[in-house]
């Protein structure tokens, strides 16, 4: 099935620096690939995704890039400020070999320091 | 529109006992998924259902936990004679068709049922 690693699990940056985090995923035919916030005691956010027909997308200070040939995809995010401090976590969407499932990264701890 | 809806928010069964959870997933939206996180953890995939139909039950323990998702109604997911592991936080996501065409899928709060 669908294994998707990602890292770091830990990240810590200044304010306004720019964090990058990196998933790599198995099932060639995994065509949609999303990204969460999680805070503490929260629900799942859905903040950026990319389908596999396209390389990058941005929203804001959010970017995510997609490379198929390699099967991994990144979240950029930019000018980190101190509300972006949560767990990230970076998903794929497999339906052959992974099944019909959404499965999801073991998540980055993004803390954005003062 | 409300967005997800889970409940209830908080679950304390004591051993033996059996767990409901229910999630209504947002208007329009046929396809639930379920998934289970513990402490400091992340998502794992339980099950994906659409309406009166489990599409991906491959995440889910083969025995005393089931899900269904009915015609009219919540979708439900039923833990029988709960264990201490299976204290976690239970999730929700809905989308509005199946996640590779062109649909989003929303979180709800979550059930985080403790078994003492």
């Known amino acids: 099935g669908e294994n998707v690693e990602q890292h770091p699990s830990t990240l810590s940056v200044q304010e306004g620096d720019s964090a990058v985090i990196k998933c790599t995923y198995s099932?060639?035919?995994?065509?949609?690939f999303p990204w969460y916030k999680q805070e503490l005691g929260k629900r799942p956010q859905l903040i950026i995704d990319?389908?596999?027909?396209?390389g990058e997308k941005k929203d804001q200070r959010i970017a995510v890039t997609l490379n198929k040939t390699a099967k991994h995809f990144s979240l950029h995010i930019t000018e980190t400020q101190p509300e972006d401090s949560a767990v990230y976590f970076c998903?794929?969407?497999?339906?052959?070999?992974?099944?019909?499932?959404?499965?999801f990264g073991t998540g980055t701890q993004l803390k954005v320091e003062l | 529109n409300a967005g997800v809806m889970q409940n209830p928010r908080h679950l304390v069964r004591r051993r033996g006992q059996e767990a409901r959870l229910r999630c209504s997933p947002m208007?329009?939206?046929?396809?639930v998924y379920w998934y289970r996180q513990l402490p400091e953890e992340g998502l794992k995939f339980m099950v994906y259902?659409?309406?009166?139909?489990?599409?991906?039950e491959s995440g889910m323990p083969k025995e005393r936990f089931s899900a269904e998702f009915p015609k009219e109604g919540p979708s439900i997911l039923r833990i029988q004679q709960v264990v201490r592991g299976d204290s976690a936080a239970y999730f929700c996501?809905?989308?509005?068709?199946?996640?590779?065409?062109?649909?989003?899928?929303?979180f709800g709060q979550g059930t985080r049922l403790t078994v003492v």
């Open positions: 990319i389908r596999s027909n396209v």
């Open positions: 259902l659409q309406k009166e139909n489990i599409i991906d």
């Open positions: 208007k329009g939206h046929s396809h």
């Open positions: 996501a809905s989308s509005f068709r199946q996640l590779g065409h062109d649909t989003e899928a929303f």
């Open positions: 099932d060639s035919a995994s065509n949609y």
């Open positions: 998903a794929a969407w497999g339906l052959t070999g992974g099944g019909n499932k959404l499965t």
